[in-house]
């Protein structure tokens, strides 16, 4: 059973789209995440919920908008889809008291 | 920002130790070493952490130095699916996010 699960994993999709990454996590964890990884690896925390509310709001700009349904699952949402949106995107999940962070094994999104 | 400093790679024979150092010199004294991994196509994977004492798990090892401005992660016995990029990270408390710095890439070669 996977602890993290990301949907989709490939996301290829032009300019201006509307585009939606799933997050689910089976691990009864309190706390999600999203980061991104850019084209030089390098990993950047954009979002961060704790029991539904957002309580990390890193620089990202507003075409960005998490949706957290329940505390199992962080969706998403990119409005008006960018080239520079081209990355990697994790989800992440870990319980507050706990100390290890489990992540999902990314969605590659690739603007055109 | 990263709060620490690795080399950009290393190399280590199949079956010897791989020791991957890591300094943090200006850790404060409630944060955490924590290292992770990324293998290629995969997402980040925890490995161990620590606050001052040595630590040992199924995967590594942690030595902290007593200063505790740096710290070496040690895989007693290096196979080639531990090829990956290894993260140090200093974190301040358990819920705080990780930042992650460019890593380590270490190559285990046959």
């Known amino acids: 059973d996977t602890a993290v699960s990301q949907t989709p994993k490939y996301l290829v999709t032009q300019m201006g789209n509307d585009k939606s990454i799933k997050c689910e996590q089976n691990?009864?964890?309190?706390?999600m995440y999203w980061y991104k990884q850019d084209s030089k690896k390098f990993l950047k925390i954009m979002f961060s919920?704790?029991?539904?509310?957002?309580?990390i709001n890193e620089t990202v700009p507003n075409r960005f908008s998490p949706k957290s349904p329940d505390k199992a699952h962080l969706n998403l949402h990119i409005n008006s889809l960018e080239l520079g949106d081209s990355a990697v995107y994790f989800c992440?999940?870990?319980?507050?008291?706990?100390?290890?962070?489990?992540f999902g094994q990314g969605t590659r999104l690739t603007v055109v | 920002d990263a709060k620490t400093t690795q080399p950009t790679s290393m190399d280590c024979a199949e079956g010897r130790a791989a020791n991957l150092p890591c300094n943090h010199s200006?850790?404060?004294?409630?944060?955490?070493v924590y290292w992770y991994r990324q293998i290629h196509s995969q997402g980040p994977q925890y490995i161990i952490h620590g606050l001052k004492n040595n630590e040992t798990n199924e995967m590594a090892s942690l030595i902290i130095t007593e200063d505790r401005k740096s710290s070496t992660l040690i895989l007693p016995h290096a196979t080639l699916r531990d090829t990956a990029v290894y993260y140090c990270?200093?974190?301040?408390?358990?819920?705080?996010?990780?930042?992650f710095g460019k890593g380590t890439r270490l190559s285990v070669i046959a």
């Open positions: 919920y704790n029991n539904k509310e957002l309580i």
């Open positions: 990270i200093v974190r301040v408390g358990r819920n705080t996010p990780l930042v």
């Open positions: 200006t850790i404060s004294g409630n944060e955490y």
């Open positions: 691990l009864g964890h309190d706390t």
């Open positions: 992440a999940s870990s319980l507050v008291r706990n100390t290890e962070a489990f």
